[in-house]
T-cell receptor, first 113, second 117 residues
Framework: AQSVTQLDSQVPVFEEAPVELRCNYSSSVSVYLFWYVQYPNQGLQLLLK??????LVKGINGFEAEFNKSQTSFHLRKPSVHISDTAEYFC???????????FGTGTRLKVLA | GAGVSQSPSNKVTEKGKDVELRCDPI?????LYWYRQRLGQGLEFLIYFQGNSAPDKSGLPSDRFSAERTGESVSTLTIQRTQQEDSAVYLC???????????????FGQGTRLTVV
């Protein structure tokens, strides 16, 4: 069965510093991968997705993620964070041809001034 | 509408009462999902609707939970005889149908925060 692990429940980082939020998944078949962001008191918004092709995916707000099949990872990165990036970030996986999205437990990114 | 709309945004109910949560998906989206998000936890899959196919109810935690959807329109999630453990944010999402194995992203509503007192 597919599953998603986000090892870091909270990540504090200073403004303008780089950040990496880790995501690992397990699945026996091909998968699609997603990162969603949830700002305080708001719904989830898609940051980026990997469906096929280039393993380096660029998303909104300067975020990017790299699909590493051998390590079954899809880590999210940003070279320089802003205060406004403070939010909860969820990694999700969906097996090819299925409809169910399995979400990780989320990583709370707190950007400090 | 422009996005997924959920109502009410907040609901406080007494233990033992029934509640009904509503979701309006994006027009044209045939797939609709309900997820539950407990405080400090990830999203828990509840139920999935795809067009006129039988829904996948495998995530519903108990027979107190039920959901309906007519065609490709509004869905309602009903929780009967609410318990304090039902307190959570209930999120609805919609997406285009999975075609030839090509998934698309799910678009989420802002959720209904349910508090059972």
């Amino acid at each position: 069965a597919q599953s998603v692990t986000q090892l870091d429940s909270q990540v504090p980082v200073f403004e303008e510093a780089p950040v990496e939020l880790r995501c690992n998944y397990s699945s026996s078949v091909s998968v699609y991968l997603f990162w969603y962001v949830q700002y305080p008191n708001q719904g989830l918004q898609l940051l980026l997705k990997y469906l096929s092709g280039s393993t380096l995916v660029k998303g909104i707000n300067g975020f990017e993620a790299e699909f590493n099949k051998s390590q079954t990872s899809f880590h999210l990165r940003k070279p320089s964070v802003h205060i406004s990036d403070t939010a909860e970030y969820f990694c999700a996986v969906s097996e090819k041809g299925t409809y169910k999205y399995i979400f990780g437990t989320g990583t709370r990114l707190k950007v400090l001034a | 509408g422009a996005g997924v709309s959920q109502s009410p945004s907040n609901k406080v109910t007494e233990k033992g009462k029934d509640v009904e949560l509503r979701c309006d998906p994006i027009s044209g989206h045939t797939a609709l999902y309900w997820y539950r998000q407990r405080l400090g936890q990830g999203l828990e899959f509840l139920i999935y609707f795809q067009g006129n196919s039988a829904p996948d109810k495998s995530g519903l935690p108990s027979d107190r939970f039920s959901a309906e959807r007519t065609g490709e329109s509004v869905s309602t999630l009903t929780i009967q005889r609410t318990q304090q453990e039902d307190s959570a944010v209930y999120l609805c999402a919609s997406s285009l149908a999975v075609i030839a194995g090509q998934n698309t992203e799910a678009f989420f509503g802002q959720g209904t925060r349910l508090t059972v007192v």
